[in-house]
Structures are given as C-alpha cells and as structure tokens.
C-alpha cells in the first residue's frame, strides 16, 4: 500500500496550521520530510495528521516544545 503524501501547502489547508508553524515544526524535527520534489518538502499524511494530533495534546498538557520533540523522536 503506498503511502500518500501532502506538500507543506496542503499541510497549512487540511489541517488548519500556519504555514510557518509547518517550516517550524520541521525545522525542529517535529514533523520528518519524507522526500523532496524540487524545492517543495514532502510529507507522509498519515505521520502529519498523528504528530499534529500528538503536539497540540501534549501542549495543552504544558509540555514545551523541546520535551514535546524529546517525546516523539523516544528519547
């Protein structure tokens, strides 16, 4: 079964996140780039949807960002 894919665009319209949240959250190695088309980040949509689930659960529980990363990468 392949995977489906989504550009960080598509991230900002089917999940209702800023677009520099996205550049952010890759940046810091919160949401993995699964490949690249040209100069446009791919990601897995199935990855995204959980690891943006995950992050606002855990920011809501006052988990900073750094502990939140620490958590979802199992270290």
Do not use: C, H, W
Not at 4 to 31: D, H, R
């Amino acid at each position: 079964m392949e995977k489906k894919v989504i550009s960080a665009q598509e991230i900002v319209s089917k999940f209702n996140t800023p677009y520099y949240t996205v550049n952010y959250y890759t940046a810091i190695g919160l949401l993995p780039v699964s490949a690249k088309v040209g100069n446009k980040r791919m990601y897995e949509e199935d990855i995204v949807k959980e690891r943006l689930q995950k992050i606002s659960e855990l920011s809501r529980e006052g988990y900073p960002l750094n502990l939140i990363q620490k958590k979802l990468s199992g270290a």
